[in-house]
């Protein structure tokens, strides 16, 4: 079993950067991060693979940077250039034996 907990998150006015973690419980593969604005479904943002390709939903590319540390079990998503359409639940999710594991979720709140 893998469990996810998420931090970083927090309000921030428009332009302005915050810098997510996901501290995993055990080694991770895959790690993607996904967010939730309140009323909208669950959405991709972004993924990293143990090697550290990436990949991002058209609406970030070019703002969030995701990165990991194999060493620490830690994912990170810097978000640059934040707007109030990226208010939302962020969550990072990762898979095991194709079992889904889910954080909690940190709230990240832009202001305009």
């Known amino acids: 079993q893998v469990q996810l907990v998420e931090s970083g998150g927090g309000l921030v006015q428009a332009g302005g950067s915050l810098r997510l973690s996901c501290a995993a419980s055990?080694?991770?593969?895959?790690m993607r991060w996904y967010r939730q604005a309140p009323g909208n479904q669950r959405e991709f943002v972004a993924g990293?693979?143990?090697?550290?390709?990436?990949n991002y939903a058209d609406s970030v590319k070019g703002r969030f940077t995701a990165s990991r540390d194999n060493a620490l079990n830690t994912a990170y998503l810097q978000m640059n250039s934040l707007k109030p359409e990226d208010t939302a639940v962020y969550y990072c999710?990762?898979?095991?034996?194709?079992?889904?594991?889910w954080g909690k979720g940190t709230l990240v709140t832009v202001s305009s």
């Open positions: 990293i693979t143990r090697g550290g390709s990436t």
């Open positions: 999710n990762t898979q095991r034996f194709g079992i889904d594991y």
């Open positions: 055990g080694s991770i593969f895959n």
